[in-house]
């Protein structure tokens, strides 16, 4: 029986006191039942530490007995390695409900730490503000900083982007998409009449066009625009924010509304104003 020492900082455990020479048959020929529950107990605790943190389910009361003893050390060095970057408890309980293959894959800490490198040194992000943006989207930490991480942040810094270290979803979801999805939004842009810089432009004030699907979000509103609000493109480039609005819910029922009092307004006080606003300005 091969002797393990699983512990984590955040239990009390009982020392062992066991050579490192100590042969294992050795062991098991003269068993010392004291040292044996010090053994278990140890993994236990580990087993009900990674139990509170959602990675190992609760309702599994034999959980213990599905789990090796390297099985366990593996997962334990991902959550000790976390908190080492400034995981809070709180925040790997979520990262373990949101990709649990953090903690169940061959993925390994030297595998993440160039991720969280590149979002404090590339990004300049502070601790708090990297642990934010995995939290917001765990696939990052399996993305390749070289061919994925590295060009995507200097093509949104390129367009103008900034203040990307904000930890919101949004930040978080642009840094883990390539390049050549982003460079797809663009293009589609320009197939609509607009310059490079303009399409540009329109993607650094709208950044998230980027996740818009062209099939079902884009192009119904631009026709919409186009063809039954008689209105001209080029009135995006001026207020892209038309674009981020529901065309069933917001765009189709104020138009509509305006349209029976033969009213045109600009497209920002079409949409910006809230519902009380703007039905009460026309009745």
Not at 123 to 145: H, M, N, R, W, Y
Not at 228 to 243: C, N
Not at 257 to 280: C, G
Request: charged share 25%; aromatic share 10%; proline share 6%.
């Amino acid at each position: 029986m091969v002797v393990h020492s699983l512990c984590i900082p955040r239990f009390p455990t009982v020392s062992c006191s066991i050579s490192p020479n100590l042969n294992p048959k050795h062991f098991q020929s003269t068993p010392n039942p004291q040292l044996q529950l010090k053994f278990h107990t140890t993994y236990r605790e580990n087993i009900r530490y990674l139990k509170t943190l959602g990675i190992i389910s609760n309702k599994n009361s034999n959980a213990n007995k599905f789990f090796s003893a390297e099985t366990l050390d593996r997962i334990l060095s991902i959550v000790n390695f976390l908190s080492s970057k400034g995981f809070t408890d709180f925040q790997i309980q979520r990262l373990s409900f949101l990709c649990p293959k953090i903690f169940f894959s061959d993925i390994d800490t030297t595998d993440i730490e160039p991720v969280l490198d590149f979002l404090t040194k590339d990004l300049s992000a502070t601790q708090d503000e990297a642990c934010g943006l995995v939290v917001k989207c765990p696939d990052i930490l399996f993305s390749d900083v070289r061919f994925c991480l590295r060009p995507t942040l200097l093509f949104l810094r390129e367009i103008g982007l900034d203040k990307l270290n904000s930890p919101t979803s949004l930040n978080a979801h642009l840094l883990n998409t390539r390049v050549g999805k982003l460079t797809a939004k663009i293009r589609f842009l320009e197939s609509l009449g607009f310059s490079c810089e303009e399409s540009s432009r329109i993607c650094a004030r709208l950044p998230a066009i980027f996740g818009y699907s062209v099939d079902n979000n884009l192009m119904p509103k631009i026709e919409y625009l186009v063809r039954e609000m008689d209105r001209s493109i080029d009135e995006l480039e001026a207020f892209p924010q038309y674009l981020a609005f529901s065309l069933e819910k917001r765009i189709v029922p104020r138009h509509l509304h305006l349209k029976e009092r033969n009213v045109i307004i600009p497209l920002h006080k079409m949409l910006l104003w809230s519902d009380q606003k703007f039905y009460a300005k026309w009745k």
